[in-house]
């Protein structure tokens, strides 16, 4: 099975951001944030842009594709 992986969480807590002030920089909910940390939502190729350009990191860095 092909899932998305993602290290958001650390990167959040690295740079100091609570789940609610990103997602109101980016405009979503903090559920939304917390769902996607915990893998159980993909987000939106808009989403991971943004979520991308406001940690200054490549999506790549932040989203990746793994197997479970």
């Not at 990167?11 to 951001?17: A, D, E, G, L």
């Not at 989403?47 to 790549?60: G, N, R």
Request: glycine share 2%; proline share 1%.
């Amino acid at each position: 099975l092909i899932i998305m992986n993602t290290n958001l969480r650390e990167i959040r807590k690295t740079n100091k951001v609570n789940q609610e002030q990103l997602a109101k920089e980016i405009g979503t909910c903090r559920k939304t944030i917390s769902l996607i940390e915990r893998s159980k939502l993909n987000p939106s190729i808009l989403l991971a842009l943004q979520i991308a350009k406001y940690f200054h990191s490549s999506v790549e860095e932040i989203f990746w594709i793994g197997e479970k």
